[in-house]
């Protein structure tokens, strides 16, 4: 079992819809939470940052922590063909180097 | 602010050659990371430098990769020989990570990417 796992899509969805994106993970030592969005021959660049268990927002974009069940989401409200692009989870122990461990991205397709 | 730069942006290659690839991180970045990221996985860490020194090298295949960061800023990653299996994206990522302590909230900032295909 990988210590991230991610559904690699594609997650094709129409205009204005709201997304919900997913990642489980194994490791209960895992604190720090990230969503990062990469688009077509771009490097990642970070979404949303969370730590520990809870809900954050950020427009529209809301990233939800589970630790009970190990599980992380991305909800994107209002969904644009401008966000259509791969979302790749990663996440970290909170001492040690900054390395995340990433899941393998979900491509998501928003068509007008 | 500038960001992350690599070059070249595209390499093809036959397999057993050699091939470089080059990262100047943005001003002021401690930290630089090189990241392997296969088609349809997420990136994988390769080497990370704090200044000029090596912080983690664990996952560097070292009897063909290596890198270098002479001078703490600029960095370059090489392969030789190449495999068929080392076609992928190179990513280069930088992050303040100053003083040698390693803030929770720290950034890493992602350079576009080198993709290399072997042949």
């Known amino acids: 079992q990988k210590e991230v796992e991610q559904d690699p899509g594609p997650l094709s969805v129409p205009e204005g819809a709201i997304v919900s994106l997913n990642c489980t993970y194994s490791?209960?030592?895992?604190?720090?939470f990230m969503w990062y969005r990469q688009y077509s021959r771009k490097g990642p660049e970070l979404l949303m940052y969370?730590?520990?268990?809870g809900n954050k927002e950020d427009g529209r974009f809301t990233a939800q922590v589970d630790k009970s069940s190990k599980y992380i989401s991305l909800f994107i409200r209002d969904s644009q063909p401008s966000d259509s692009a791969t979302y790749l989870c990663a996440m970290r122990n909170p001492g040690g180097s900054y390395i995340p461990t990433f899941g393998r991205g979900t491509s998501l397709i928003v068509h007008p | 602010e500038a960001g992350v730069a690599q070059s070249p942006r595209y390499k093809i290659i036959e397999k057993r050659q050699s091939v470089a690839f080059w990262c100047n991180p943005i001003s002021g970045h401690a930290t630089l990371y090189w990241y392997q990221q296969i088609l349809g996985q997420g990136p994988k860490l390769l080497i990370q430098f704090q200044n000029n020194g090596v912080v983690d090298d664990s996952q560097l295949p070292k009897d063909r990769f290596s890198a270098e960061r002479l001078k703490g800023v600029d960095s370059t990653l090489k392969i030789q020989p190449a495999k068929l299996e080392d076609s992928a994206v190179y990513l280069c990522?930088?992050?303040?990570?100053?003083?040698?302590?390693?803030?929770?909230?720290?950034?890493?900032?992602f350079g576009p990417g080198t993709r290399l295909t072997v042949l």
């Open positions: 969370t730590y520990s268990s």
């Open positions: 990522a930088s992050s303040l990570a100053s003083g040698g302590v390693l803030s929770s909230t720290d950034t890493q900032y």
């Open positions: 490791n209960s030592a895992f604190q720090y």
